[in-house]
């Protein structure tokens, strides 16, 4: 449930970038790396290196974890 709903946010943000909201995406990017950062060590692994990846990718990431 926790992967599914990080995947979905990570939908949202690219479309949220897609649709030129920038401010809105880097917002919203901060907020999912945030709850990934409290949750991360609870899916397997190799879940954890895929949404990691996914997370990294998105716009106005600074920090890579």
Known sequence: MRTTF???GVLRVRGMFAAGEMHEAI???EEL???FGWIGETV???ERDLLLEQIQALPGNVKAR
Do not use: D, V, W
Request: glycine share 8%.
């Open 6 to 8: 990080i995947k979905q």
């Open 27 to 29: 917002a919203a990017g």
């Open 33 to 35: 790396r945030r709850y």
């Open 44 to 46: 397997s692994p190799e």
